[in-house]
């Protein structure tokens, strides 16, 4: 194993690391995620609930799922996933016991999500980036936020054999997108699946995410390090990359930076940086800048992993990236509660009874917006118990 791993993390599973020993921003209960959506006033909540099954021979013993884990049994790993991504109520109480056992040993990784337009080259970068990573000591995981891919699934597809070779090393876990969910749900799910990661010894987590709608957000705040992939030649508005998705960017990367491209790649990479300047930087003490990079190639890569290096080095260093994870955890806290209001207030009978004639009253518009959201609330604080 090279210096360069032992100098930033060590694996997970150290014989010095205790549950005790833990910092407080371990310390949360893991509480219970829901995925809830509604469209307008109409409920489409419990529809969308799918389960995941889970097959009598992948269900294990509690203590064999966390034992499996924490020696790094990859088998194991795969079915305490399944267990977590399955929204099954008979299996809720069993993968929140498991994760809370895994809990104090997660927290160790560099979180590094990865963001841009389909077709950018993110899957190729982290197939290549992951392969570098490994050859200096590193166990890599490989995780997807992509709710999108529940509708197409095609971005599963495209996945696994678009990093091939990374998928056969020892040291890489490859975890698509949970297949079925809305996006709360999908990302509960890849945050538990982070953690789990974590505590099986995986030192840096890349998560995929397509930059074109609200995943993204949710994926900044769950890493450490937010990378945006753009390619040359399109402009910001053909890319379909917001301002807003470059501004919570803690590196641009400009790939396909390779044969007739190399020159359009740099040009564009300066572009971006001199955009940057007048920009608010995504992460206190660190200025964002543009990059090139081939994953096809591979040049520009080890140059991007130092770029990494550094800014870990940085916040480390200024505490911000301590600060920054009790934050995000706090965040995530609050966003389920949202999240499990929601579908209460949602799922309400007596809610459900009158959104009706209210949709009716403001399609008429007979109420106004606020009276009505007031009176609905109202009916939910006096019909739940
Ligand atoms: N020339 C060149 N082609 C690349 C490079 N990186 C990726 N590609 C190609 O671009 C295409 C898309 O690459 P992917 O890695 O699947 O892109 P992606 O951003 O993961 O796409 P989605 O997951 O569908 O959003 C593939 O045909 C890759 O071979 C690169 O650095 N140079
Ligand atoms: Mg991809």
């Known amino acids: 194993m090279s210096n360069d791993k032992n100098n930033i993390n060590s694996n ?7 549950p005790e020993n833990a910092g407080d921003e371990f310390a949360i209960r893991v509480v219970k995620g829901k995925e809830s959506t509604h469209d307008g006033l109409s409920l489409t909540n419990t529809t969308l609930r799918k389960t995941t099954p889970i097959t009598k021979s992948a269900k294990l013993t ?24 399955s929204n099954s109520p008979t299996y809720e109480q069993l993968s929140q016991e498991v994760l809370q056992a895994l809990l104090p040993y997660s927290g160790n990784s560099l979180r590094i999500g990865i963001t841009g337009v389909p077709g950018a ?5 982290i197939e290549t980036l992951g392969l570098f990573l490994i050859e200096k000591g590193y166990k890599v995981a490989v995780l997807a936020v992509d709710p999108s891919s529940s509708v197409t699934k095609g971005s599963i597809l495209g996945d696994k054999t ?3 070779k990374l998928s056969r090393e020892a040291d890489c876990f490859i975890r698509p997108s949970p297949s079925s969910g809305t996006l709360g749900g999908v990302t509960r799910k890849s945050r538990e699946t982070m953690l789990v990661c974590e505590a099986a010894g995986y030192d840096v987590i890349l998560i995929e995410t397509v930059g074109v709608g609200q995943s993204e957000i949710t994926v900044r705040s769950m890493v450490d390090f ?4 753009l390619i040359a030649g399109a402009g910001d508005e053909l890319q379909g990359i917001k301002k807003g998705v470059i501004e919570i960017a803690d590196a641009i990367a400009v790939n396909k930076a390779d044969g007739d491209n190399m020159h359009k790649a740099k040009i ?31 040049k520009g890569i080890p140059e991007l992993w130092n770029v990494i290096k550094k800014f870990e080095q940085i916040v480390k260093d200024s505490n911000f990236f301590e ?63």
Request: glycine letters at 2%; charged letters at 25%; a positive charge.
């Open 12 to 18: 997970s599973y150290r014989p010095d690391w205790h």
């Open 62 to 85: 509690k203590e064999a799922y966390i034992k499996g884990v924490l020696n790094n049994d990859r088998t194991t790993l795969a079915r305490t996933i399944t267990l977590i991504e």
């Open 121 to 125: 080259g993110k899957s190729t970068l």
């Open 162 to 164: 678009r990093m091939e």
């Open 226 to 229: 937010f990378l945006l992939v």
């Open 268 to 298: 564009a990479a300066t572009d971006y940086s001199n955009a940057l300047h007048y920009l608010a930087p995504a992460t206190e003490g660190w200025k964002t800048d543009a990059h090139t990079c081939s994953a096809v190639t591979g």
């Open 323 to 385: 600060r920054r994870r009790k934050q995000q955890t706090l965040q995530w806290v609050f966003s389920m509660i949202e999240e499990e209001l929601k579908e209460k207030f949602y799922n309400n009978s007596t809610v459900k009874a009158n959104l009706h004639k209210y949709t009716t009253l403001i399609n008429k518009e007979e109420i106004l917006a606020t009276t009505a959201s007031k009176e609905l609330l109202q009916i939910y604080q006096e019909n739940s118990n």
